[in-house]
């Protein structure tokens, strides 16, 4: 059976300590590994991507493989072929395949039918390749990740729910605040408050997300209303533990779930962060994906 990697879950806690270590050596040495070498990865983009299809096209490349892009609008799909036929095809051609999409049950379908290892780029319910880069990051900062604490404050959305599932396997304690309404669900041992400043008292690092996220424009001002309280700004990052830094898995909007201050001050490391979704996914799709023999 191949290995999947739909919530991050798949990780056990000694797999995701390997997978980290490897990213940083990866980041180290960008061009050291050709574990796809004249191998093929197809990447199924069914929502808009900035970081996610830059640094898996760039990662691929430097491990020596093939990034192949798909488009809805270019795929069998959009005109009624099944996902098992889908994955049928896919696993004779490509040595894995990523979706970025919405719905959770489109990629637990393919996995279902491929016998190729299937990744989530992002879902509705899930973006643990977010999740493993921002744990990475922690990492890099403080050198170790067992007995650190994240708080999220925000929508308890799927980046909130994938650091919180995957920071527990790494020791990471996670404390999510959220308005009623917004609150996170389905995340065994996450912390969850409606109150910022409980969230992030003693916390290493505080985390963002954006407010309006891609399909909730028909609800943009109630959430933005609903949110406000939620802002990273200098106060709220001063109630954090010494030390503590800022995170946004962007896009980024100043004024809104964070200052341009914090985004763009001494105390982010928003921009490490961004990168190391490229190394952390290098390592995953290393750990994912079988060697050629």
């Known amino acids: 059976m191949p290995r999947h ?24 040495a960008p061009l050291s590994s050709r574990a796809l070498e004249g191998r093929s990865v197809a990447l199924i983009f069914q929502k808009p991507s900035t970081r996610t299809r830059l640094s898996f096209e760039a990662g691929i490349a430097e491990l020596g493989g093939h990034p192949m892009l798909l488009r809805p609008d270019e795929m069998q799909l959009s ?21 970025r999409t919405g719905p959770d049950a489109l990629l637990e379908e393919l996995a279902e039918h491929a016998s190729i290892p299937v990744f989530n780029m992002l879902t509705a319910g899930h973006h643990p390749c977010q999740a493993v880069a921002d744990l990475m990051t922690l990492k890099e900062e403080f050198g170790q990740l067992d007995g650190l604490k994240l708080a999220y404050v925000g929508d308890g959305n799927n980046v909130a729910r994938s650091l919180a599932l995957v920071g527990r396997l790494a020791g990471v304690e996670v404390a ?34 954006v407010w309006v996220s891609m399909g909730d424009e ?76």
Request: charged share 25%; net charge negative.
């Open 5 to 28: 990697l739909l919530t991050g879950l798949e990780l056990t806690p000694h797999d995701l300590a390997e997978v980290l270590d490897r990213a940083i050596s990866l980041k180290g």
């Open 79 to 99: 005109r009624g072929e099944s996902v098992r036929d889908t994955a049928l095809v896919l696993s004779r051609h490509v040595a894995a395949v990523g979706v």
């Open 176 to 209: 999510v605040a959220s308005p009623d309404g917004y609150t996170l669900t389905d995340a065994p041992g996450a912390i969850l408050t409606d109150d910022p400043a409980e969230a992030v008292a003693g916390a290493n690092a505080v985390y963002a997300d």
């Open 218 to 293: 028909d609800t943009a001002d109630e959430r933005r209303r609903a949110l406000e309280p939620y802002r990273i700004d200098d106060a709220l990052l001063a109630k954090a533990a010494p030390g503590a830094i800022a995170l946004h898995c962007l896009p980024a909007h100043p004024g809104e779930e964070i200052t341009a201050d914090v985004l763009y001050g001494e105390r982010q490391r928003i921009w490490d962060q961004a990168e190391n979704r490229r190394h952390a996914q290098k390592a995953l799709l290393e750990w994912l994906i079988p060697a050629a023999g």
